[in-house]
Nanobody, 128 residues
Framework: QVHLVESGGGLVQAGDSLKLSCACT??????????MGWFRQAPGKEREFVAA????????SLADSVRDRFYTSRKNAARTVYLHMSNLKPEDTAVYSC???????????????????WGQGTQVTVSS
């Protein structure tokens, strides 16, 4: 089992930075077995891809809307993946969730259906 818990969300102003964390909290979790993704869902909108990272962090993928402002990293020893967000905009307001892809063979997926474990999400609100 993979139990993911996000943290680091909050209320910030436009232009601020924020770092989200997603930890696999069960001690049996071999974090390097999973490619990890970040998704977000704004009110009234569908969940959308934000970022993803391969099992050992060698490759990342970012949505066009965040490419120059966000990046993702991971520390497998800490069983944690991060989403570093800068120059936040009001349109970044959403619930951000991390997800684990247990079938990854070395690439990352932007497809929601590729991910089989999900965290509960953390709210990020950006005021103008």
């Amino acid at each position: 089992q993979v139990h993911l818990v996000e943290s680091g969300g909050g209320l910030v102003q436009a232009g601020d930075s924020l770092k989200l964390s997603c930890a696999c909290t069960n001690s049996e979790c071999t974090f390097s077995n999973y490619a990890m993704g970040w998704f977000r869902q704004a009110p009234g909108k569908e969940r959308e891809f934000v970022a993803a990272i391969t099992r050992y962090g060698g490759t990342t993928s970012l949505a066009d809307s965040v490419r120059d402002r966000f990046y993702t990293s991971r520390k497998n020893a800490a069983r944690t993946v991060y989403l570093h967000m800068s120059n936040l905009k009001p349109e970044d307001t959403a619930v951000y969730s991390c997800a684990a892809d247990s079938f990854s063979t070395g690439e990352v997926s932007t497809n929601i259906s590729s991910y089989d474990y999900w965290g509960q999400g953390t709210q990020v609100t950006v005021s103008s």
